[in-house]
């Protein structure tokens, strides 16, 4: 699976951004996905996961309730709705899918096989 992220750029703070995340190679079918992101000089943290059926979202507490998580399948597709934005939520974002356990929503970065290359959200405060 090939995963391209894309929807990145420079907001001020308060405002929205959109991500999205297509998949090639395979369908997003049977994979749970998640958001990742990694600020300067910080380690890669979770931000948002989906499971495979599309039935079950987890959050970090930093980002619940104002970002939000989906996937069209038909499109192959999964996305990041990103409201409120605030200057911490600065990062380079990314795209992740994998077989977790039991296809479940995964906090864990390595239960997930593929990766997208990254895309740089900027919140200007």
């Known amino acids: 699976v090939q995963l391209q992220a894309c929807g990145g750029g420079l907001v001020q703070s308060g405002g929205s951004l959109s991500l999205s995340c297509a998949a090639s190679g395979r369908t997003f079918g049977n994979y749970a996905t998640g958001w990742f992101r990694q600020a300067p000089g910080k380690e890669r943290e979770f931000v948002t996961a989906l499971n495979w059926s599309g039935t079950s979202t987890i959050y970090a507490d930093s980002v619940k309730g104002r970002f939000t998580i989906s996937r069209d399948n038909a499109k192959n597709t999964v996305y990041l709705q990103m409201n409120s934005l605030k200057p911490e939520d600065t990062a380079i974002y990314y795209c992740?899918?994998?077989?977790?356990?039991?296809?479940?929503?995964?906090?864990?970065?390595?239960?997930?096989?593929?990766w997208g290359q990254g895309t740089q959200v900027t919140v200007s405060s």
């Open positions: 992740a899918a994998g077989r977790t356990p039991y296809g479940y929503a995964s906090r864990r970065s390595d239960e997930y096989n593929y």
